[in-house]
């Protein structure tokens, strides 16, 4: 199976802090390098999961860019598309709880045209996941209509994840929501208050809703989440299912999830592969 991912490929720095941050001093923290990004993400888990995967996206042509292209190949993830300018940069800040918020530097990521895309990038794709970021603007809304025309015509089936509800308001909810409906995905990936947003789009799509802690919505099949020893960071936990998903239905989805919140960072551990 070949899993091709369109949208952004970044350089994350975790900060899982110790405590609550002290103003104007320093707080205690462990943090971590390397790279993220939601399709970048996806292709990484699709990958140790046992898929081929190929990211399609616009890298930096910087040191961030080099290092964040090269950590993604050495987890077998295919990369192809222009590389210029500065590479997308994200940090997330992780509470004590495992709970995150993220500063977003996107650099180039969202300026991938349309007629950039070499149809060789999609050949031979079995599933085309489309990341929400790729669509709140243009001209990276286009490359990924473009994108799900060109995997279609490989018989594959297109999935999208909603990426952030504060995304969805950001580019205009009435906007964001076109694009979906010219999609036209197979499978939507969102937590429930894109779900909301979003609500009446992608007519006879499967819908995986989820709930964080409290597990996940398979097309109306409510599971709960796997148990865990310790949540760590629940960075990148939706882009872990959503490969599993793809990959091997709910229950690889679930234990995708459960392996990536019990270490920082967004990608696979060693220990995972």
């Not at 369109?6 to 609550?20: E, F, I, S, W």
């Not at 995150?100 to 060789?120: F, H, Q, W």
């Amino acid at each position: 199976m070949l899993v091709c991912t369109l949208g952004d490929l970044t350089l994350d720095v975790v900060v899982r802090l110790a405590g609550p941050v002290a103003v104007a001093g320093d707080t205690d923290a462990e943090i971590v390098v390397g790279p993220g990004g939601q399709a970048a993400n996806v292709a990484t888990w699709a990958a140790i999961l046992g898929a081929r995967a190929r990211f399609v996206g616009k890298t930096g042509a910087d040191d961030a860019g080099e290092l964040a292209r090269a950590r993604l190949a050495a987890h077998g993830v295919e990369v192809v598309g222009p590389v210029e300018g500065r590479n997308a940069t994200i940090c997330s800040l992780v509470s004590r709880d495992g709970e995150r918020s993220m500063a977003s530097d996107r650099g180039k990521a969202r300026e991938l045209r349309a007629d950039e895309l070499d149809p060789v990038w999609l050949g031979g794709c079995d599933q085309l996941h489309v990341s929400g970021y790729a669509l709140a603007l243009e001209p990276a809304r286009g490359a990924a209509l473009r994108a799900a025309e060109l995997a279609r015509g490989e018989g594959a089936r297109v999935s999208v994840d909603l990426a952030s509800w504060s995304v969805i308001r950001d580019s205009g909810v009435e906007s964001f929501c076109r694009a979906v409906r010219d999609l036209a995905p197979d499978v939507v990936f969102a937590t429930e208050t894109e779900a909301r947003l979003v609500a009446g789009e992608a007519a006879g799509a499967t819908w995986i809703v989820k709930h964080g802690a409290h597990g996940c919505s398979f097309d109306g099949d409510e599971r709960a989440a796997l148990p865990v020893l310790e949540v760590v960071d629940t960075t990148g936990a939706g882009d872990a299912l959503a490969a599993g998903y793809i990959v091997g239905g709910p229950d690889l989805a679930l234990a995708a999830a459960a392996r990536c919140v019990q270490h920082a960072g967004a990608m696979p551990i060693p220990s995972d592969a």
